[in-house]
């Protein structure tokens, strides 16, 4: 009964591994690069009260 389940999950897995796109060998285009994150200015805080 173990093996079933064993196979059954490696069969599973193989399965939705070979239906995913990875965009390689779809014709897909590139994903484009991420934008740079804008610079923010530190802010001071004062504890002292």
């Known amino acids: ?3 079933v389940k064993l ?3 490696v069969a599973f897995s193989l399965g939705s591994l070979g239906l995913s796109s990875c965009g ?3 014709g897909e285009a ?5 934008r740079p994150l ?3 200015k ?3 805080v004062d ?3």
């Open 30 to 34: 590139p994903v484009p690069p991420l």
């Open 7 to 9: 196979l059954s999950l």
């Open 24 to 26: 390689c060998c779809t």
């Open 42 to 44: 530190d802010v001071v």
């Open 38 to 40: 804008s610079q923010v």
């Open 47 to 49: 504890y002292a009260k």
């Open 1 to 3: 009964m173990k093996f």
